[in-house]
């Protein structure tokens, strides 16, 4: 199964399969000079091996690089491990470096593909749902700033997307609800039909039934790659993608990264973006209502921590939709259609502080 991602910055593959992790040779140029592959501790001890010998099969050197797991590590210091074992060894311009990981190693992986040398060619081989179906689709690329999730990064395309339907066998069922978030955002940002389908399998999408998976994957990333390919650079309808991501954002760094996942961070900012778009464009109450039984059908949390009014605004405007100090958020005036615009603190304070949405209120 493939579907094509096609931008200016590049045009790719991404391959959705069981077994493609043992495939990864055939994204590996044939002028490549040497391969590094990225990965952490956790991945590494599942599949590290195994990728290794893929790889080695394109006939290149590999070179193993192992960062530690976790959202924490998302830093100038982790991207440096990177930048000091490829000068070690010496890698030259035609190296590619392949990521081996969830969206932590695809995000800073692909940012030192992008700095490196000043520019060298990468693969992503997402091991996490939610990197599957997002972060490894479209080239963002990021590291988080102690002031803000994912503010110093490039866009920078991967030569590949490869997707092994397998390797989710051994997520833990927290990380498959929150790669579940990201998937049930495309049905209601860009496909209702899909948001149904969604709400119809969310229990076999929790249980990894293969062919709800593999049709859950399909059908996001070709949502993802219709919206990256009209907007590489986010400067309009990519912007609809972040659908919770404010919110979502906000908690993940107001609690500090790590604390929760970032879907189960988005999952609960669609909640309270669902509730915000009924104040101001107008959604149904009812669609509010399927959303919130939806994002807690697959096991993400429905409400948000308590972080104070007045900080979470201060949280929020640390974003890159923010203007001018004007929060814009992505709003939904019905399901299946997203817009951007911006809201009125006055109308935002009340949601930051009702019971329905904020825990111990």
Not at 135 to 141: E, L
Request: proline fraction near 4%.
């Amino acid at each position: 199964m493939q579907v094509r991602v096609d931008t200016p910055g590049g045009a790719y593959p991404i391959h959705i399969a069981a077994g493609r992790l043992d495939e990864l040779a055939h994204s590996i140029p044939d002028d490549a000079t040497a391969v590094a592959l990225v990965t952490n501790d956790t991945v590494s001890a599942l599949y590290g091996t195994r990728a290794r010998a893929a790889l080695a099969a394109s006939g290149k050197p590999v070179h193993v690089i192992e960062l530690p797991d976790g959202e924490g590590h998302k830093t100038w210091e982790t991207l440096n491990r990177i930048f000091d074992a490829l000068l070690v060894a010496q890698l030259d311009r035609k190296a590619v470096l392949v990521a081996l990981g969830g969206g932590v190693v695809g995000d800073v992986c692909g940012f030192a593909a992008a700095c490196y040398m000043r520019g060298v060619r990468f693969v992503q081989a997402p091991t996490t749902l939610l990197a599957q179906v997002d972060s490894s689709v479209g080239g963002k690329t990021a590291i988080n700033h102690p002031l803000g999730k994912n503010m110093i990064g490039a866009f920078y395309q991967p030569l590949a997307v490869e997707i092994d339907t397998d390797v989710l066998a051994t997520l833990p069922p927290r990380e498959v609800s929150a790669g579940l978030a990201e998937v049930i955002k495309y049905g209601m940002i860009a496909d209702a039909p899909f948001f149904d389908w969604c709400e119809a399998h969310a229990q076999a999408l929790r249980a990894l039934d293969p062919e709800a998976v593999r049709h859950a994957i399909r059908r996001s990333c070709e949502i993802k790659a219709r919206v990256v390919s009209r907007d590489e650079r986010d400067v309009g309808l990519r912007a609809i993608l972040n659908f919770g991501h404010t919110f979502g954002h906000a908690i993940e760094s107001g609690l500090g990264y790590g604390q929760w996942l970032h879907g189960e961070a988005v999952g609960c900012g669609m909640v309270m973006a669902a509730e915000l778009s009924v104040r101001a464009c107008g959604l149904d109450a009812a669609v509010v209502e399927r959303i919130r039984s939806l994002v807690a059908a697959i096991g993400c949390p429905v409400r948000a921590p308590d972080l104070g009014v007045d900080r979470w605004l201060d949280l929020m405007r640390v974003d890159k939709k923010v203007e001018g100090r004007v929060i814009r958020y992505v709003l939904l005036p019905a399901l299946g259609r997203a817009d951007v615009q911006g809201v009125d603190d006055d109308l935002v304070r009340p949601l930051l502080a009702s019971g329905r949405l904020i825990e111990g209120r």
